[in-house]
């Protein structure tokens, strides 16, 4: 499995961002995905979550109400809308594949195994 992450660049606060993630193998609709970030010096940290069929979502209350999460299975992509961002949330931010198949919304990092290599965000003040 491959995770491919694009989208990230320099956007001044209050602006957007639209991520995306592109991922290998033709079992990618029966598992859920998540989005993780991790800014210089802290911790990788959870930001959003879906379900493998779409119909359940989880977001980190630092982000709720302000980015979605979506996934299209036509094209094994799943995306990260982005908006009001603030410098906080200024971060390389990852795609990532659950562990089960058929799995929940998680937020652990434990419950997914493959990570994409990460796309930069950078909002300025």
């Known amino acids: 499995v491959q995770l491919q992450a694009c989208g990230g660049g320099l956007v001044q606060a209050g602006g957007f961002l639209r991520l995306s993630c592109a991922a290998s193998?033709?079992?990618?609709?029966?598992?859920?995905m998540g989005w993780f970030r991790q800014a210089p010096g802290k911790e990788r940290e959870f930001v959003a979550a879906?379900?493998?069929?779409?119909?359940?979502?989880n977001y980190d209350d630092s982000v709720k109400g302000r980015f979605t999460i979506s996934r299209d299975n036509t094209k094994n992509m799943v995306f990260l809308q982005m908006n009001s961002l603030k410098p906080e949330d200024t971060a390389v931010y990852h795609c990532?594949?659950?562990?089960?198949?058929?799995?929940?919304?998680?937020?652990?990092?434990?419950?997914?195994?493959?990570w994409g290599q990460g796309t930069l965000v950078t909002v300025s003040s």
């Open positions: 990532a594949k659950g562990r089960l198949q058929y799995g929940g919304a998680w937020s652990s990092r434990d419950d997914y195994n493959y």
């Open positions: 193998g033709r079992t990618f609709s029966t598992y859920s």
């Open positions: 879906i379900t493998w069929g779409g119909g359940a979502t």
